[in-house]
């Protein structure tokens, strides 16, 4: 008995420790969540390196205020239980000022409800979810939301693609199932036909027993609402099965696996960053990214970036007050007040929300380009 | 005296401990407090979750894989309830516990009669259909749009919004569930069971009726599961179908291997232990290592099964 | 008319096509699981896992992720061999020192094996989807080798059915017509006689995990071909289901679980064709069920023995 209380002596001790000791030092803290690990890792490097780079960029121009920036990290591995965790470390570290993340939605909104009630300021670079921006005066995202990405999708399908009938191929989860919804409700406005939806599950390796239907309709162009890692294969399969249609989807499936699939040229996505569009900004943002981590930067690295220079831009005006922070955000809310960063100018709604500008691009040799025909 | 039999009556035992969990609160913690609180009030959602566990393959001997579908269904009946209605948690509750009695009873009928392989495949099988319909279900569940802005519990129509007030509250349900299977551990139908677990056909034969006492077991088993999944939602105000994938099922699993099987303090024991161990890994294991929690958790099953089958603290006294 | 019904015998036969590459998968891994069981009695929850590890090693011998690359062919050898010694070590150290122990007890560890394993590969290869290097497969796989019309089979496809007719064929030669499968047989029947009338337990046993899981791993190779995708849970769901087939054909019996699995697999690729592709993983899980509560047997088990 002796023995097992002293047990639960030592296990206190050690949780109350691990716990205190976070939170001494002399710098700010931005704390970044998403998945690092798993299989989503590959958005989650995009959203680390691109936390990183801004960081160090503002640090060796002196910091903020003479204070340096930490960036603390949280892997979440887009698991809500995780997410909730992740974010209560967070909302009880006095140092951490502000939160850049969650990546996808689901871990977004399990994450909400503490950092509302911890008064913590949060902007996400990543989840599109309509809900977000509703449950939460503390929340602020710097991307656009499902329903403006499918409407763009379906006008640029019919408007510049000249597509007649579209199947679409989604994935049962929140982000998709958003876009799906906006698309359909779209293309029925303009005239576009939507012949067929299927659906299937973030675990599924084999979809040729619906893309064998699709290719009884023969569609002009399948929308795959989705992530890469499954559109990848979806593609190969289609193409195994001898369909020769076009294929496109959102900025889920902007991601560089995509470029290893042969099968994929010619795909194209909507992203909310492209690398060779805009400004000296963006140019030096590229080089850099290159530079220091050997790969290309991926939107989610770009709207990272934003997301971390505005949180320092906050914190620069007014402190570390996390209140402060919060009103500082929300009075970012005209044009003429906005952010100016490498993904354009962000500034919010009584929501919380932002407009953003979309662009398209595609695959073409293995490459990611711009698609050469916009849609303004 | 087993220590099960203690935990009641023996007032060096419980009055210490009890002092301890009703003082966590008020220890002064600074900043780091409402973190410690929330990993503390998990750890008794998962006291509530062994102990509820604990009652089919620790008292009946039969394995249950798919001990996730009645949290799973507990906290989406709460959940879609209390946003529905704005129902008070003190009705959303018994509700989402007679739900989960229902479907632990509709699930046990048929298979009253399996061996113990085929039993846990079923399990497993059934609340994987579960999940795949709260999933797909999107009329009912909104599936992977989460069910998110749930209210938090109530308590005489004041909101208990303060995180050691949820504290309280599910250190008050623990206490039930735990004097509920205390008492029953030591009556008739606690004998029943173990005659169960120790051999069917003998039970069968001096006149136990199998059957009933199965179902019986399914019954409160499935009903504290529910009764956790009411309580995690209301606490978590979001509930998502990957909140309940088959990895909790063999979390919960893993606390009463720990722990030692049939053993009530030994459920307490392991989810005390590692729940909070979990939580410790992520603060020490480096960022690429974070999965490596869920290696070890595999591991210990394998040792814990190999080197002391009957797990920390056992029925059976050494 | 006449367009309307050709275009819908075409789907059925594609879909057909499909239903059973499909299906021959899922026996190759059934037959691991039923075998073991036939043999010792205990579902191996970890063969998914020992499947896996043969889709991530044929992925690496090929791509050079361990620092050198070996021939299509090499590879694929090598791979299946190091899966057979796998799933013998798997056995003794995590099975047989529980021979003896309550039945779930070995279950319990089957159970943390495949934790164990699963996350082992994260560790290893990370969680992401990994594909084979075009460069590193031959060529041909790729193209069709019949095409009627709009149904289209792939020369993969067929090199999956002839390997897993191959196989199954010669799994059935050694289980009937060698000494080894003699003494499977026997020990099938009866364990204690077996032993009994001179025959080494553990070292029939570990044919038997050599066996199965050398099928399982040339299973995880086609599939990561077939898909062009490895991933560290990928073990599971196959799982899964192949273990569903193996219960729908009656579990200990060979020919059982390569009808479960062909049956599996029409049923799943029919069911997400016709009627709800969300619910495609559901059938294995509603099979399973089904089965046990209604034939528990299967369609070719022999009568399960008391518990003794």
Request: charged share 15%.
């Amino acid at each position: 008995m002796k023995r097992l209380l002293r047990l639960i002596g030592v296990i206190f001790f050690l949780t109350s420790f691990v716990a205190v000791s976070a939170s001494f030092a002399e710098t700010i803290k931005i704390a970044v969540a998403s998945p690092f690990t798993g299989p989503l890792a590959s958005f989650g490097e995009g959203v680390k390196n691109g936390a990183l780079l801004k960081a160090e960029e503002i640090n060796s121009n002196g910091g903020i205020n003479g204070k340096k920036i930490e960036i603390i990290l949280g892997d979440e591995l887009c698991d809500p239980k995780e997410a909730a965790a992740v974010a209560t470390r967070f909302a009880s570290d006095p140092e951490v000022a502000i939160v850049v993340g969650h990546l996808c939605s689901s871990a977004t909104l399990a994450a909400l409800p503490i950092y509302k009630e911890a008064g913590l300021p949060a902007i996400t670079p990543a989840s599109t979810n309509p809900e977000i921006g509703k449950s939460s005066p503390y929340y602020f995202r710097n991307v656009y939301k499902d329903d403006f990405q499918g409407d763009f999708l379906a006008n640029y399908a019919e408007k510049v693609r000249k597509f007649k009938k579209i199947a679409i191929f989604y994935e049962v989860n929140d982000y998709a199932m958003g876009l799906k919804e906006a698309f359909v409700r779209q293309a029925k406005n303009i005239g576009l036909r939507v012949i067929g939806a299927e659906s299937y599950m973030a675990e599924t390796t084999d979809f040729k027993a619906q893309l064998t239907k699709f290719k009884m309709m023969r569609p002009d162009a399948i929308f795959i609402p989705g992530y890469a890692p499954q559109a990848t294969l979806l593609i190969s399969q289609a193409r195994s099965l001898g369909m020769k249609c076009a294929f496109f989807g959102a900025d889920g499936l902007d991601d560089e696996i995509m470029l290893k699939n042969p099968d994929a040229d010619g795909l194209f996505v909507t992203t909310p960053f492209l690398v060779d569009r805009g400004g000296a900004m963006v140019k030096e943002f590229v080089a850099r990214y290159r530079n220091k981590f050997s790969i290309e930067p991926n939107w989610f690295a770009a709207n990272t970036y934003d997301a971390v220079g505005l949180a320092a831009a906050a914190i620069a005006a007014v402190g570390n007050d996390r209140e402060k922070i919060r009103a500082y955000l929300a009075g970012i809310s005209s044009p003429e007040k906005a952010f100016k960063g490498i993904t354009g100018a962000t500034y919010f709604d009584v929501n919380g929300d932002c407009l953003k500008a979309a662009f398209v691009k595609l695959i073409k040799n293995g490459q990611w380009v711009s698609a050469e025909e916009q849609l303004q | 005296m087993h220590l099960d039999d203690r935990l009641f009556s023996d007032k060096k035992l419980y009055l210490p401990l009890l002092a301890a969990v009703l003082l966590l609160p008020w220890v002064p913690m600074g900043l780091a407090g409402p973190y410690v609180l929330r990993v503390a009030t998990l750890t008794l959602v998962y006291m509530v979750l062994a102990l509820g566990l604990n009652v089919v393959p620790g008292f009946t001997g039969l394995l249950d894989l798919g001990y996730v579908g009645f949290f799973g269904l507990g906290a989406y009946t709460a959940g879609l309830l209390t946003v529905h209605y704005q129902w008070s948690i003190w009705l959303v509750l018994p509700l989402a516990v007679m739900n989960g009695v229902f479907w632990g009873v509709l699930r046990g009928a048929p298979t009253l009669r399996l061996g113990d392989d085929y039993f846990a495949i079923v399990t497993f099988g059934f609340s994987e259909l579960i999940i795949l319909v709260i999933r797909n279900e999107l009329w009912l569940t909104r599936g992977p749009m989460g069910v998110p802005g749930i209210a938090r519990p109530d308590f005489c129509g004041a909101v208990l919004d303060q995180p050691w007030q949820a504290y309280y509250l599910i250190l008050f349900f623990l206490l039930l569930v735990l004097w509920v299977v205390v008492r029953i551990r030591s009556s008739r139908l606690g004998r029943a069971w173990f005659a169960i677990r120790e051999d069917e056909i003998a039970a069968e034969c001096v006149g136990v009726n199998v059957a009933n006492y199965k179902i019986i077991a399914f019954a409160l088993s499935a009903a504290i599961g529910a009764l956790a999944g009411a309580f995690y939602a209301r606490w978590f105000r979001f509930v998502h179908p990957d909140m309940f994938k088959f990895w909790e099922s063999i979390l919960i699993l893993c606390l009463i291997v720990f722990g030692g099987m049939g053993s009530i303090s030994g459920a307490l024991l392991g989810a005390f232990i590692l729940i909070p161990l979990t939580e410790v890994l992520r603060i020490v294991l480096p960022d690429s290592l974070s999965n490596a929690r869920y290696l070890l958790f595999g591991l210990l099953i394998v040792c814990m099964m190999r080197w002391r089958p009957a797990g920390l603290l056992p029925v059976e006294k050494e | 008319m006449l367009t309307a019904i050709f275009e819908q015998s075409s789907l059925f036969l594609q879909q057909l096509v499909n239903g059973i590459t499909l299906g021959s998968i899922y026996a190759l891994i059934a037959v691991g699981y039923t075998m073991v069981y036939g043999v010792i009695q205990l579902i191996n929850f970890a063969h998914g896992e020992i499947y896996m590890l043969g889709a991530f090693l044929g992925f690496s011998l090929l791509s050079g992720f361990f620092g050198f690359g070996l021939p299509f062919g090499l590879a694929v050898a090598v791979s299946v061999v190091v899966c057979a010694l796998a799933g013998v070590l798997l056995d003794i150290v995590a099975y047989r020192p529980l021979r003896r122990a309550p039945r779930l007890a070995a279950l319990i560890t089957a159970i943390g094996m495949s934790i164990f394993l699963q996350n082992l590969a994260l560790l290893i290869w990370g969680g992401q989807i990994q594909s084979f290097p075009q460069h590193t497969i031959p060529p041909f796989l790729g193209e069709p080798a019949l095409l009627l019309g709009d149904v289209v089979v792939s020369w993969l496809q067929v090199v999956i059915l002839t390997t897993a007719i191959f196989l199954m064929l010669a799994l059935h030669l050694i289980v009937h017509y060698s000494r080894i499968g003699r003494a499977m047989r026997a020990i099938a029947q009866d364990k204690t006689a077996a032993s009994l009338m001179g025959v080494d337990v553990d070292r029939v046993v570990s044919y038997t995990f050599a066996l199965g899981s050398g099928l399982g791993g040339a299973a995880g190779i086609l599939v990561g071909l077939y898909y062009n995708a490895v991933y560290p849970t990928m073990g599971y769901f196959a799982g899964i289901k192949a273990f569903a087939a193996a219960v729908l054909g009656g579990i200990g019996s060979i020919p059982g679980a390569i009808l479960g699995g062909g049956i599996l697999g029409l049923a799943e690729v029919f069911g997400g064709g016709y009627i709800s592709s969300s619910y495609s993983n559901g059938i294995a899980y509603a099979v399973m069920i089904l089965v046990i509560l209604v034939k528990p047997t299967g369609l070719f088990g022999r009568q399960q023995r008391d518990k003794a």
